[in-house]
């Protein structure tokens, strides 16, 4: 895998984060539409990460839900949305009014609640992108993955670790009636695209540090 990574300055820093709050605006009322409740998401955190520190990010060994896609067009890499287990719950309680009590109790609906939201949530993100840079970002249909960080990550970056390639990180609460869940989006372009992008809202301070 490649060692290397992008390191934000702090115009690149303050513009993926503005882009993800755009971008989470648009996820917020996409889900209200979707589940009809007032659901608040915003962005604590944005950071760039070597794609081998992603499972630590992620929590290693700990068990999580990825929805994930490939992206192409302008653009070419993956974004996913990633959530710890006890964060899933907390959502299909939210939505559903209960929860699977094991990962083995997860069924169709469970499956299909959140590779929906993780739809809303990435195409948010990706309509951000297009709409502040006038590039095109195709995404493929949304595929789910239920595992360790270690190889939720595995399966997100596998396509793109031979490549010079990327991570942007962006950490996400989802809030609603007191109720809280973490999550974190992840952006994956090669570094060709992630250059594209910052050069496209006129930012190009982007360091390689390997």
Do not use: K
Not at 2 to 23: F, K, Y
Not at 91 to 115: I, Q, R
Not at 147 to 163: F, H
């Amino acid at each position: 895998m490649n060692t290397g990574t992008i390191h934000l300055g702090p115009l690149e820093a303050s513009a993926v984060r503005e882009i993800a709050n755009i971008g989470l605006g648009h996820a917020t009322t996409s889900l209200a539409e979707l589940t009809g409740r007032t659901i608040d998401m915003s962005v604590p955190d944005a950071e760039s990460v070597a794609l081998e520190d992603l499972p630590a990010l992620l929590g290693g060994e700990e068990l999580c839900i990825g929805v994930y896609m490939a992206i192409a067009g302008d653009v070419a890499g993956h974004v996913a949305f990633v959530l710890p287990w006890p964060s899933a719950v907390r959502l299909w309680t939210m939505l559903l009014g209960a929860a699977p009590e094991g990962p083995e109790g997860m069924d169709a609906l469970h499956a299909s609640v959140l590779t929906e939201i993780g739809n809303v949530v990435a195409g948010g993100f990706l309509t951000a992108i297009s709409d502040l840079t006038g590039l095109l970002l195709e995404a493929t249909p949304p595929q789910l993955c239920m595992d360790m960080g270690i190889a939720v990550v595995g399966a997100i970056v596998c396509e793109v670790s031979s490549e010079d390639s990327a991570a942007l990180a962006v950490r996400t609460t989802i809030s609603e009636s007191g109720e809280a869940m973490e999550g974190t989006f992840l952006f994956v372009p090669t570094a060709s695209g992630l250059r594209r992008v910052f050069g496209s809202l006129g930012l190009l301070e982007l360091e390689a540090v390997a």
